[in-house]
């Protein structure tokens, strides 16, 4: 059996003990490169085996790379917070677009709805 501790007694008995210090807040971004994730409108993510995504930042081609088959992409090229805004494409293996969403600046991780 585990032993519950007592709360303390105010008065003149004793002194309070000050209380422990909270935990450090975080003050960064937790995630250090862009992640996007594709999920249903109920949050569910897509089974993406096969599918590939390609960042820009105008009309430049930043990176391309492949969905896990999670529904997750990582773009190991574009570090977080991000400082500009981004259009994201999804694109299965033969090439047809399903998806082009705009990322504005600011994020670390993004999820495409739908």
Not at 11 to 25: R, W, Y
Not at 77 to 87: E, I, W
Not at 97 to 105: D, G, Q, W
């Amino acid at each position: 059996m585990v032993k519950r501790i007592k709360p303390p007694i105010l008065g003149m008995m004793g002194k309070l003990k000050a209380p422990a210090k909270a935990a450090k807040s975080q003050t960064g971004p937790v995630l250090n490169r862009l992640t996007v994730l594709w999920v249903t409108g109920g949050g569910v993510p897509y089974d993406t085996t096969g599918f590939n995504a390609a960042l820009y930042r105008g009309n430049t081609l930043i990176q391309t790379a492949r969905f896990d088959s999670y529904g997750v992409v990582y773009f190991s090229r574009v570090g977080t917070l991000t400082t500009v805004a981004y259009t994201v494409r999804l694109y299965d293996q033969a090439g047809r677009v399903y998806r082009t969403r705009t990322i504005p600046e600011g994020n670390e991780a993004f999820a495409v709805i739908g």
